[in-house]
């Protein structure tokens, strides 16, 4: 049967690209998930040409509308991560995902309560990953979640759950069969 298909935060995966040059495989997510899942890595900070090793970036200003900045050379990355977030997630229409794991905390991933600082250095968890807020915001109706959450059984099983549905329900309009996941 063809799997179904899912976006998800490229180091979850097990793909050196965080800052440091460090992953952080999800071993639910690559050995369970992964035998029912096609999955479609992002990783934006290396897709929008920060390099590995990079210097971390984070939050700043107003949370509702933060800038994205290099914590040790204060760089201004907003437009730079903005402008290549919204042509990836106009890339992703033609994917056909029915869902995205995010990695939280992230400013560019983190899915929610990602922190934001202030100029003082004091920080708030009121935050959305710049990518994160692209993607849900283009496609409000995908399931999304994070990783951590993830090993909660009940947030993992109504993820699961949505998933399956918007799988089955698309299927339906394509008259293709139905896929069950065993649970
Ligand atoms: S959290 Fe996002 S930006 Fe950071 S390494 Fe993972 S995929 Fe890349």
Same mark, same amino acid.
């Given at each position: 049967?063809?799997?179904?298909?899912?976006?998800?935060?490229?180091?979850?995966? #097990?793909?050196?690209? =965080? !800052?440091?040059? #460090?992953?952080?495989?999800? /071993? !639910?997510?690559?050995?369970?998930?992964?035998? !029912?899942?096609?999955?479609?890595?992002?990783?934006?900070?290396?897709?929008?040409?920060?390099?590995?090793?990079?210097?971390?970036? /984070?939050?700043?200003?107003?949370?509702?509308?933060?800038?994205?900045?290099?914590?040790?050379?204060?760089?201004?990355?907003?437009?730079?991560?903005?402008?290549?977030?919204?042509?990836?997630?106009? @890339?992703?229409?033609? @994917?056909?995902?029915?869902?995205?794991?995010?990695?939280?905390?992230?400013?560019?991933? #983190?899915?929610?309560? *990602?922190?934001? !600082?202030?100029?003082?250095?004091?920080?708030?968890?009121?935050? *959305?990953?710049?990518?994160?807020?692209?993607?849900?915001? /283009?496609?409000?109706?995908?399931? *999304?979640? @994070?990783?951590?959450?993830?090993?909660?059984?009940?947030?993992?099983?109504?993820?699961?759950? /949505?998933?399956?549905?918007?799988?089955?329900? =698309?299927?339906?309009?394509? #008259?293709?069969?139905?896929? =069950?996941?065993?649970?």
């Amino acid at each position: 049967m063809e799997k179904i298909r899912m976006g998800i935060s490229a180091c979850l995966l #097990g793909e050196s690209v =965080r !800052y440091d040059g #460090g992953h952080a495989r999800d /071993r !639910y997510v690559t050995d369970i998930l992964g035998q !029912y899942m096609d999955f479609v890595p992002v990783c934006p900070e290396m897709e929008a040409g920060l390099g590995v090793p990079r210097e971390p970036i /984070r939050l700043e200003g107003d949370p509702g509308a933060p800038r994205v900045i290099t914590i040790n050379t204060k760089r201004d990355l907003t437009d730079t991560m903005t402008t290549w977030a919204e042509r990836r997630v106009g @890339e992703l229409e033609k @994917e056909n995902l029915c869902g995205f794991i995010f990695k939280s905390k992230s400013p560019s991933s #983190g899915m929610e309560r *990602v922190k934001v !600082y202030t100029e003082k250095g004091t920080s708030v968890k009121k935050g *959305v990953g710049v990518f994160a807020k692209a993607f849900m915001d /283009r496609f409000p109706r995908i399931p *999304v979640e @994070e990783d951590g959450r993830l090993h909660d059984p009940r947030l993992r099983e109504n993820f699961i759950e /949505r998933i399956f549905a918007l799988n089955r329900w =698309r299927r339906m309009l394509e #008259g293709k069969p139905e896929f =069950r996941f065993p649970l």
